[in-house]
């Protein structure tokens, strides 16, 4: 489970991470991040699972699979950042450790779009 102080809540977080962010597409998801976006110390991060992704249950649980995934890799994010985690249908029938390197390397691309040489 994501801590609830790194949740992304807010309607307009999501629309600034993904207009303003830096973006990195995978087969499975697409990573938008956006260093500073949300001015304060923790990282938020958000999930976008379309009904193109599968039902209700499906959906659910891809979203539970990328929010677990995202957990572990908070310290990677710059301080303060806005992370949006978009699903594709394809993540609907993948396995765990395929969404975990679609997700190591999307985060590696906009972390390196981004200049943060954490990583």
Known sequence: ???????????HEFTLAVRRGYRAG??????HLLPGGN????SLAG???????????VRNRVERR????????LDL???????????????AAAPS?????DL????AKVLRQSGDSRR
């Open 1 to 11: 489970m994501l801590p609830s102080g790194h949740r992304m809540r807010r309607r």
């Open 26 to 31: 995978r087969p499975r998801l697409v990573a």
């Open 39 to 42: 001015g304060e110390g923790n």
């Open 47 to 57: 999930f976008i699972v379309s009904k193109a992704v599968g039902n209700s249950v």
């Open 66 to 73: 990328l929010r677990h995934l995202v957990r572990a890799r």
């Open 77 to 91: 994010l710059p301080p303060g950042s806005l992370l949006v985690v978009r699903a594709n249908p394809q993540a």
């Open 97 to 101: 450790d395929e969404l975990a390197r």
């Open 104 to 107: 190591d390397r999307a985060l």
